[in-house]
């Protein structure tokens, strides 16, 4: 499925997996919840616990990438790469 119909569909559940700082200096989806990918891990009762799709996203979708790739090794189906924060914000702002 597209990022763009996960998105249309609603009830879904941003996580940004990229450093603290980052997200000082390139800015932040106000919506977005921040769990660093070298963290990612220890959220899983976390993640499983939440209702809905679930899409990562980072930099340039290499770090949401792994996010993504972890969780659907565990067993996860509702699991998305949403990409990189730019690109992720513009789709956002045209839907």
Known sequence: MAI????KAGNYHLIDVREPLE???????AEANN???GDIEAHIDEI?????NVIFFCR???????????YK???FE?????GGYNDLSQTLENL
């Open 73 to 75: 090794s565990q067993g």
């Open 4 to 7: 763009e119909d996960v998105l």
């Open 35 to 37: 769990i660093p990918l």
């Open 48 to 52: 499983r616990a939440l209702d809905g």
């Open 60 to 70: 340039s979708g290499n770090r949401s990438g792994k996010a993504t790739d972890f």
């Open 23 to 29: 997200l000082e200096v390139d800015g932040s989806i």
């Open 78 to 82: 509702n699991v998305y790469n949403g």
